[in-house]
C-alpha cells in the first residue's frame, strides 16, 4: 500500500488535481460534516468533488467526524446503539449512492466529554464501535476502506488499530510535545502490531494565521516517514499548502540534484529589451537526469540584479521544471537596462531549487545587457 494522500475541505475551492497527480498524489481525503446534518448537502458535496477528479485515478476517501459538531456539541455517543445505528445506515447509503468513494476515515477518533468509564473500558467501546463500522462498511464492498485518526500518544490506538484497515495517526508539530516524527513512528508502528498506518502530516503552521510552512520542512517530514514506514503519508490542508507542492514515493536523503544555468548566447551577452532562454539543468550526482519521481519534488524560483547596485529588476519568480532540461523564458522587460547612464549592465540571475528531503541548491549566472542603440 502506497499513500500519498491531500486532505481537501468543504468550502474550499479544489485544487487543480490532474496536476497533483502528475506530482505523485495517489488519494484524495474529502474533509465532510454533513453526513449526520444534511445527507443530500453531504452526497452532493462528494459527486462536486468526483467532477472535479475526473480524467485522474485518485482514490476518495472521506474524513468524518461523526463524534463532533463544528460547535463541539456530540453527534453520536459511541454509547448509544440508536446513534451508532444511525451513523451505520448514513455510512452504508453513502457508499451505495457514490460508489466511486473507496474509504471512510473518522477523525478525531478518541475519548470525547463521555465519563462514568476507565481507559480499559473507554478502549473496548471505542473498538467495538469501529468493528461495527467496518463490518457494514465490508458488506457494502469488501474493498472500502475503514480508518481512524488518533492523536499518536491516544491509549485507545492499540485496540482500535485492530478493527481498521489502517490507522492514521496525528503526529503534528503542535501535538508531539517535542518528540522527534521517527520516534513517535516507532512508537505507533510498535502500538499496532501489523496494521497498517498513513501517517497525517502537516503542511501550515497552526500558530500563525495558517501561513504555509516551507516545502524544505514538509519534505523533510515525508522522507522521514518514507524511511520508516514507506510511502505512506497524508498531508493536511490543502488550503495552506506550499506552492509546488509534491508527492515523492522514495527516501531522497543521500541524492544531491545539482544545477546548472546556461544562455544560449555568444559571450553571454543579452541585447537590451530582448527576449532570451536560459537553460536550468538538473542532474544527480552521478550526472544522470532526474526520475519523474525526484523531479515532481522540485520547485524553484529565480531572480534577477543588476550587479553593481543590487537594485532587483526581477524579485523572486516561482517556477515549476517539467523536465530535467527545463527552459526559463526571460522577457524583453526582464533584460532592460535600469541605469539611463550606460549603454551596458551586468546583471546577476539567481535560481534556487528545493528538492528531495528538503534540500535546497542555489546557482548565479553573470549576464551582459546592451544598449546597441547607444545610451537613451
Not at 359 to 368: D, F, P
Amino acid at each position: 500500500m502506497d499513500v500519498k494522500g491531500l486532505y481537501v475541505i468543504e468550502n474550499y475551492p479544489f485544487p487543480d488535481f490532474k496536476e497533483l497527480e502528475s506530482r505523485g498524489l495517489t488519494h484524495v481525503f474529502y474533509s465532510d460534516s454533513f453526513l449526520l446534518n444534511n445527507y443530500n448537502t453531504c452526497k452532493n458535496n462528494v459527486n462536486a468533488l468526483i467532477d472535479e477528479m475526473k480524467d485522474t485515478k485518485l482514490k476518495l476517501h472521506i474524513n468524518i467526524n461523526a463524534f463532533k459538531a463544528s460547535d463541539q456539541s456530540s453527534l453520536v455517543d459511541p454509547e448509544n446503539m440508536d446513534h451508532r445505528n444511525k451513523l451505520q445506515t448514513a455510512l452504508t447509503q453513502l457508499l451505495s449512492d457514490v460508489p466511486k468513494i473507496e474509504g471512510i476515515i473518522f477523525d478525531d477518533f478518541h475519548w470525547h466529554m463521555w465519563s462514568g468509564y476507565d481507559v480499559d473500558q473507554q478502549s473496548n467501546i471505542l473498538a467495538e464501535f469501529v468493528k461495527q463500522m467496518a463490518t457494514a462498511i465490508h458488506d457494502v464492498d469488501s474493498s472500502n476502506k475503514l480508518s481512524a485518526s488518533i492523536l499518536w500518544t491516544s491509549p485507545t490506538i492499540h485496540l482500535t488499530a485492530a478493527e481498521v484497515d489502517y490507522v492514521m495517526p496525528k503526529i503534528f508539530p503542535s501535538n508531539s510535545s517535542g518528540t522527534a516524527l521517527s520516534t513517535a513512528i516507532k512508537k505507533v508502528l510498535d502500538e499496532i502490531d501489523n496494521t497498517k498506518m498513513v501517517v497525517n502530516l502537516i503542511t501550515y503552521d497552526p500558530s500563525v494565521k495558517f501561513i504555509p510552512r516551507s516545502l524544505s520542512d514538509i519534505y523533510n517530514e515525508i522522507s522521514t516517514v518514507i524511511k520508516i514506514n514507506g510511502a505512506n503519508y497524508c498531508l493536511y490542508a490543502s488550503p495552506w499548502s506550499p506552492y509546488g507542492l509534491g508527492f515523492p514515493l522514495e527516501d531522497y536523503s543521500f541524492t544531491e540534484v545539482n544545477v546548472n544555468l546556461s544562455l544560449v548566447s555568444q559571450h553571454k551577452t543579452i541585447s537590451e529589451k530582448s527576449s532570451r532562454i536560459i537553460t536550468i539543468s538538473f542532474l544527480d550526482q552521478n550526472n544522470n537526469p532526474l526520475s519523474d519521481d525526484l523531479l515532481s519534488t522540485i520547485v524553484g524560483k529565480y531572480k534577477i540584479a543588476d550587479q553593481s547596485t543590487g537594485k532587483v529588476i526581477k524579485d523572486f519568480t516561482n517556477f515549476i521544471p517539467d523536465n530535467s532540461m527545463y527552459e526559463l523564458n526571460l522577457s524583453s522587460d526582464d533584460n532592460r537596462i535600469i541605469n539611463p547612464d550606460v549603454s551596458q549592465e551586468n546583471h546577476i540571475i539567481t535560481v534556487s531549487a528545493v528538492y528531495g528531503d528538503g534540500k535546497i541548491e542555489n546557482e548565479e549566472l553573470s549576464v551582459t545587457i546592451m544598449n546597441l542603440m547607444g545610451i537613451n
